[in-house]
């Protein structure tokens, strides 16, 4: 003799794998465990690459730097131990930046390398130093 309402449906069983399935995949996803189905796709960057928002806050430190110094030899040295120049951002991210001196320095793209030229008050080219 059979009772009505023994046994599990069959829209609760399927309800239940789905449930699963959802589950497995979202642990894989929070995990990392995603990384060996994604293996060939790459990042944006790799090592030893900048981007834009890498050379801003490069730049953003090396105008902080600038700020203070009022020796044209200090800029000139300040300028190329930059992490800004020597990661060639003035290619990527080419920039303005103010002297205290009134003079300015101009960073910009020349070729495959970037360059910053300083400039006096006058707008006379005093340096230029090219960045790799």
Partial sequence: MRKPGQGLPLNTIVLAIIALLVLVFLILIFSGGMGR??????RYTTEGQVNASTCAA?????????????????????????????????????????LP?????????SGNAGSCIIYTVENQQKASINCP
């Avoid at 189905?37 to 790459?42: I, L, P, S, V």
């Fill in 37 to 42: 189905f994604t293996g060939g796709m790459t």
């Fill in 58 to 98: 490069y730049a953003s430190t090396l105008e902080s730097a600038l700020s203070n110094i009022y020796s044209d030899a200090i800029i000139e040295g300040t300028i190329r131990g930059s992490d800004y120049c020597k990661r060639g951002c003035p290619s990527i991210l080419p920039r303005n930046f103010y």
């Fill in 101 to 109: 001196t009134g003079g300015r320095v101009e960073c910009s793209s």
